[in-house]
């Protein structure tokens, strides 16, 4: 006998949504498959993976999802993957984010993104 505890779209996302032949994953996929296909040659794209900031220490709720992206990318020639999460490792989060409960980067957090990656983002 036990209690099912109620999962949230959260829980979905950090567990489910980026496993290999899930239908979220499977529809980003074809999304990108396409965009590719509509490319230019000359161009290139910089895929950077935005963390939640609120919980940006949390690798285990990350790493299915950092994984599966890193994967998918790894063959994309036009395509850079970034994984925005590890810019921000010594950093608390409390100072990345306007509010302890909002996962958005606040200025401080910005100006990180494009002082570690700004040289990249310039030349793609």
Known sequence: FGILIPTTKMHHV???AYLENSQE??????????LTSEVRS????????MPRFNI??????????????KRYFANKE???FLNGRLDFHNIKSNKLTIIHT?????????KIILDKNFDLFVTN
């Open 56 to 69: 940006i220490h949390r690798e285990d709720y990350f790493k299915l999802s950092e994984n599966a992206l």
């Open 102 to 110: 909002d996962s958005h980067p606040n200025a401080f957090a910005h």
């Open 42 to 49: 000359e161009s290139n794209f910089i895929f950077y993976l």
């Open 78 to 80: 036009k395509f850079t």
């Open 25 to 34: 994953f499977n529809r980003f996929k074809v999304i990108f498959n396409s």
């Open 14 to 16: 950090f567990k489910y």
